[in-house]
């Protein structure tokens, strides 16, 4: 599914179909999700896995945020979020693992809204899952180590939404998260909006849009 013509995000069910075309047996097929902050991967991610059911599992790359034991009182706490606060190393080495699939089970963490912290080794996939969604903003980043993503990924697919939805949707999730709203609002028209311009900027390695009208 080479083109960059937008697919609407209702069409979960054809791009399930696609996926379950594109896995062969034996070999584990992994889809990234990429998208700025708010632009919901977690939706479509979701939309995916409830067509392919057991075929399915997702990883967030979320769960490689790094903890707010190792950022608190550096000025990384005050860009968190940012592609420098995250464990691109680890996250890396579990997507190797995946592409293996040498193990019975690959633990895998998340990111649990609300605590603010990644949880690890709270995701489980069995060897015999043969088709994993990740999802996260840098996935097609190309500086330093994130480079190397793409080489994991069969297809990468990015997600876009209308700037003023999305940007609302960031808000809502700050403030469901604990935020006061007028903190949520500058939260997410600061540091969040400088994390979507960069993002935005990778779009153009996606094999395929996924754009909300």
């Known amino acids: 599914m080479n083109h960059l013509q ?3 995000p209702g069409n979960t069910a054809q791009l399930a179909e696609h996926l379950r075309r594109s896995a062969t047996s ?3 097929l992994i889809i990234g999700l990429a998208g700025p902050p708010g632009a919901g991967k977690s939706t479509i ?3 995916l896995s409830r067509h392919l059911g057991q075929e399915c599992a997702i990883v967030p790359m979320d769960g490689f945020h790094l903890a707010n034991t190792i950022i608190e009182g550096t000025e990384l706490r005050e860009r968190k979020g940012a592609i ?3 464990d691109v190393g680890g996250y890396l080495s579990l997507l190797a693992r995946l592409r293996l699939n040498e193990e019975d ?3 895998a963490p998340t990111y649990r809204r609300g605590l603010e912290e990644p949880i690890a ?4 996939v069995p060897k015999s899952i043969g088709i994993v969604i990740t999802e996260g903003n840098y996935l097609l980043a190309d500086v330093g180590p994130w480079g190397r993503v793409r080489s994991y990924l069969d297809e990468a697919w990015f997600v876009e939404l209308p700037s003023e939805t999305r940007m609302s949707r960031l808000i809502q999730r700050h403030v ?3 935020m006061d709203p007028a903190a949520a609002e500058a939260w997410a028209q600061g540091p969040d909006e400088a994390n979507a311009r960069y993002v935005e900027s990778t779009k153009a390695s996606a094999d395929l849009i996924i754009k909300y009208p």
């Open 6 to 8: 937008p697919v609407h």
């Open 84 to 86: 420098d606060t995250f």
């Open 26 to 28: 034996g070999t584990r």
């Open 176 to 178: 469901d998260s604990g």
């Open 45 to 47: 991610a979701e939309g």
């Open 121 to 124: 080794a709270s995701i489980a």
């Open 105 to 107: 089970v690959v633990y």
